[in-house]
C-alpha cells in the first residue's frame, strides 16, 4: 500500500492523468479515497489543523475549510478558473499542513 504522501505527490505532477476533469470536487473527491486507502486518515488531520488556524466554521468539512472561511460557496458552480484557483489553493495548504506534520 502506498503512503499518503507519495500518492498525493503523484496526483498533483499528473492531475489530467487521474481525473476526467479537473474540477475542485474531483479533486476532494480523489484525495479523500486515496486517505482511506492509505489508511493514515491524513485528511482528518488536515481538517483540525485548518479549524486550529483558526477556521471560522469549524462543522464543515475540510473540503469547504480549504476554500477560504465565511459563508461557502458552491464548487460545483465554479469556472474553469476558479476550480484552478481552489485547487491551488487546497494543493498549498495540504503542502504546509504535510511539512508541518512531519
Request: charged share 25%.
Amino acid at each position: 500500500m502506498r503512503k499518503f504522501d507519495q500518492s498525493y505527490a503523484i496526483l498533483k505532477s499528473r492531475l489530467g492523468m487521474y481525473l476526467m476533469s479537473s474540477t475542485y470536487g474531483e479533486v476532494c473527491a480523489f484525495i479523500d479515497g486515496v486517505d482511506l486507502c492509505s489508511g493514515e486518515q491524513v485528511m482528518t488531520g488536515f481538517r483540525a489543523w485548518m479549524i486550529d488556524r483558526g477556521a471560522d466554521r469549524p462543522e464543515f468539512s475540510w473540503w469547504i475549510l480549504a476554500l477560504h472561511g465565511g459563508r461557502p460557496p458552491n464548487p460545483k458552480n465554479f469556472s474553469d478558473s476558479e476550480n484552478a484557483m481552489a485547487i491551488s489553493r487546497l494543493f498549498n495548504l495540504l503542502d504546509d499542513y504535510l511539512i508541518r506534520r512531519q
